[in-house]
Nanobody, 128 residues
């Protein structure tokens, strides 16, 4: 069973930076796609960034140029570097994973339906 644990959230002023981490356990190999999602109070959960087993990435338009997703397969850890943070980035941030296999080695996604393992979330609050 895959388990995901996020960390690194906190409170920061607008324009600041945070780095989120997601420690994964139970993965049988490196062929998992992974992603970051967020949910603000009263809003639906939305995709922020995704990374394929190949390392290819995809981003939501709202974070392009400000956020960077990366992974360290040796450490089974996913990261999200968030720069130039805005108050509208305030949300609970979730890590997600799904088995990709070789047929989807290059597939990165920010769609909720493409993931079946989820972490508990870490809160990010950006003040103006």
């Amino acid at each position: 069973q895959v388990q995901l644990a996020e960390s690194g959230g906190g409170s920061v002023q607008a324009g600041g930076s945070l780095r989120l981490s997601c420690a994964a356990s139970g993965m049988r190999n490196a062929y998992y796609r992974m992603g970051w999602f967020r949910q603000a109070p009263g809003n639906e959960r939305e995709g922020v960034a995704g990374i394929a087993p190949s390392g290819g990435t995809t981003y939501a338009d709202s974070v392009k140029g400000r956020f960077t997703i990366s992974r360290d397969n040796a450490k089974n850890t996913l990261y999200l570097q968030m720069n130039s943070l805005k108050p509208e980035d305030t949300a609970m941030y979730y890590c997600a994973a799904a088995q990709s296999g070789m047929t989807r080695y290059y597939f990165a996604s920010t769609r909720i339906s493409d993931y079946n393992y989820w972490g508990q979330g870490t809160q990010v609050t950006v003040s103006s």
